[in-house]
């Protein structure tokens, strides 16, 4: 499957793209909601694990469906520098198929799958993650870039 295009809005001023990207490898990872516990526990690790990463060539974007306001003040507050995308419209999820429905204390929504993607320098989507748990993300991801 070929990964489908995205332009976003990100932090530090940045706007994020495909196109950008063009023949580097890159993780674009869905999560819910910035500074909520699972996802800062998920930031925290990719940050921790980015030198390891950037040796690797991996390009990683983070991409959830919060306003930039909250994105920058999320990256802030954890130094997280890798770019954290707004998908305000969730177009960007619906076309990864990861804006989907959910059910808390009974009642249903919609909202960010947690899944990440791990998308090859061809274009091509390598693996997908889907519900990662935080703790094992940037573990899991780096596994598959080195194997790569």
């Known amino acids: 499957m070929n990964a489908p295009p995205f332009t976003m809005p990100a932090s530090g001023g940045r706007t994020v793209s495909k196109a950008a990207l063009g023949g580097k490898p890159f993780l674009l990872y869905f999560y819910p ?32 469906p919060d306003p930039m306001k909250a994105i920058e003040k999320f990256a802030a507050k954890y130094s997280l520098t890798f770019p954290l995308a707004s998908d305000a419209e969730h177009a960007v999820a619906e076309s990864y198929g990861v804006w989907v429905e959910k059910s808390m204390y009974g009642r249903k929504y919609m909202g960010m799958e947690r899944t990440s993607f791990l998308v090859g320098p061809d274009g091509k989507v390598l693996q ?15 596994r598959a870039v080195e194997a790569l």
């Open 33 to 64: 909601k910035a500074d909520t516990s699972g996802c800062t526990q998920q930031a925290c690790g990719i940050q921790e694990a980015l030198p390891a990463l950037g040796k690797l060539g991996l390009t990683v974007i983070g991409v959830s």
């Open 128 to 142: 997908v993650w889907r519900k990662v748990k935080p703790a094992e993300h940037a573990a899991l991801v780096r």
